[in-house]
């Protein structure tokens, strides 16, 4: 099975540092994705990748910066934490490439929930 | 744009019974659609889809059909188990995938 793997569960941060999340996936997939998740919003795109160094810009990319130096590896980056951008990230893999974007089935991790005090 | 309108939750249910969580689409062209499930605890993961008009999916006892000409993709169940317990997003694809707010369902014994 394909996993996707977030390194922390639970994150606590003040405003105004930088923060990394990152995330893992083991199966050799081309496309990764940052989403956020939040009560009456669903999920929604920060950004996403379907390639290494390559990114695009989601539905709500302000506050936020990726890096994607290995297949394998696609981190999310709050250049200047502030309390509203509390909430659950969630990473996700598919195996299309770019011209199947969103057409495959899409693999979670288990999700970090991030506070911004 | 396009977008997915799901029903408010919580739907709270007994054991055994049935099961719908509305979803309504609005989309150009053709998209696909899912179902996705996220237990506590843990990330999404895909649990139906269905690629094209009249198509039903299935899974777990779950089914949801692509019904065109409503533009819609309810999720149904038979009898529902105390296990099923989570929240359930609808979702399309045209060139990204694009997700409902999520339905939590709650079932008790």
């Known amino acids: 099975d394909v996993k996707v793997t977030q390194s922390s569960r639970y994150l606590v941060k003040r405003t105004g540092e930088k923060v990394f999340l990152e995330c893992v996936q083991d199966?050799?997939?081309?496309?990764m994705f940052w989403y956020r998740q939040d009560p009456g919003l669903g999920l929604r795109l920060i950004y996403f990748?379907?390639?290494?160094?390559?990114?695009e810009k989601g539905d709500i990319p302000e506050g936020y910066s990726v890096s994607r130096e290995k297949k394998e590896r696609f981190s999310l980056i709050l250049e200047s934490a502030s309390t509203n951008q509390t909430s659950m990230y969630l990473c996700?893999?598919?195996?299309?490439?770019?011209?199947?974007?969103?057409?495959?089935?899409?693999?979670f991790g288990s999700g970090t929930q991030l506070s911004v005090l | 744009g396009d977008s997915v309108t799901q029903m408010e939750g919580p739907v709270t249910l007994s054991e055994e019974a049935f099961l719908t969580i509305n979803c309504t689409y609005t989309?150009?062209?053709?998209?696909?659609l899912f179902w996705y499930v996220q237990y506590p605890g843990e990330g999404l993961q895909l649990l139906l889809k269905?690629?094209?008009?009249?198509d039903k999916g299935s899974n777990k006892g779950f089914e949801a059909t692509y019904r065109k000409e409503t533009t819609s993709f309810h999720l149904e169940k038979g009898s529902v188990q105390v296990s099923d317990s989570a929240v359930y997003f609808c979702?399309?694809?045209?060139?990204?995938?694009?997700f409902g707010t999520g339905t939590r369902l709650q079932v008790f014994p």
């Open positions: 996700a893999s598919s195996l299309a490439g770019r011209s199947g974007i969103g057409n495959e089935k899409l693999f």
């Open positions: 199966m050799d997939h081309e496309n």
């Open positions: 990748s379907y390639d290494v160094k390559m990114k």
């Open positions: 989309a150009t062209g053709y998209p696909s």
């Open positions: 269905a690629t094209k008009a009249d």
């Open positions: 979702a399309l694809n045209t060139d990204k995938l694009i």
